[in-house]
């Protein structure tokens, strides 16, 4: 299994400009969640999804969008870049609580470092 | 709302000491708490979970504890050596959601 891939792994953005982030996982896991890293701080959910067709909010979703077509892909969408976005970006899978597997441990990406000017 | 805490201040360890790591959080207590490693540039990897209903859970070198009635967590690494060095997050997961809230993590440095 390859896990959670992520691409790009690096983009330089200008301001206004929009781009997708892609996310694809392998593990047949239902939920999904887009983190957000700044520099020596903690990881801020964006948006989480529990299954393919259901998306939801998390703490900062402000300026982003997300879809989940398939159980594997989860892209988060930047529309109108603005400096405030410049991150490194975390994609997540995990198993549902139906699956019996307890906790929601987390299966993380290798990430996306954004760079908005 | 839900704060965790954990000590922002990196932590420095001599090689081959017990490195302990602390995490407090505010209202009520979660089902879950979990414990996560960060290297540089990569991102988090899970480590161990304990239930609420456990008071300590152990895997190799590692240990939790969880105590409901303090509101904390602790995290042990014993015989620490410099790749034991790392940011450790910790989260923590309630029963009725289906997210984490996470902690910022703490720099552990294990010197030679």
């Known amino acids: 299994n390859a896990g959670v891939t992520q691409t790009p792994k690096f983009r330089i953005l200008k301001i206004g400009q929009s781009m997708t982030l892609q996310c694809t996982q392998d593990?047949?896991?239902?939920?999904m969640y887009w983190y957000r890293q700044d520099p020596g701080m903690g990881l801020k959910l964006i948006y989480y999804?529990?299954?393919?067709?259901?998306?939801d909010k998390g703490e900062v979703p402000n300026g982003y969008n997300v879809s989940r077509s398939t159980t594997e892909d989860f892209p988060l969408r930047l529309e109108l870049a603005a400096p405030s976005q410049t991150s490194v970006y975390f994609c997540?899978?995990?198993?549902?609580?139906?699956?019996?597997?307890?906790?929601?441990?987390?299966?993380f990406g290798p990430g996306t470092r954004l760079t908005v000017l | 709302s839900q704060k965790i805490e954990q000590n922002s201040e990196a932590l420095n360890i001599q090689e081959g000491k017990t490195a302990t790591l602390t995490c407090n959080y505010t209202?009520?207590?979660?089902?879950?708490l979990q414990w996560y490693r960060q290297d540089p540039g990569r991102g988090p990897v899970f480590l161990l979970l304990?239930?609420?209903?456990?008071k300590e859970k152990r895997k190799e070198r590692l240990k939790v504890t969880f105590d409901t009635t303090l509101k904390q967590s602790l995290f042990h690494i014993t015989a620490s050596q410099p790749a034991d060095s790392a940011t450790y997050l910790c989260?923590?997961?309630?029963?009725?959601?289906?997210?984490?809230?996470f902690g910022s993590g703490t720099r552990l440095s294990i010197r030679p």
């Open positions: 593990m047949n896991h239902n939920y």
């Open positions: 209202n009520y207590s979660p089902a879950y």
């Open positions: 304990i239930r609420e209903n456990e």
């Open positions: 999804s529990v299954g393919a067709g259901i998306t």
């Open positions: 989260a923590l997961t309630y029963s009725s959601a289906s997210k984490i809230i």
């Open positions: 997540a899978s995990s198993y549902s609580r139906a699956s019996g597997r307890a906790g929601n441990e987390q299966f």
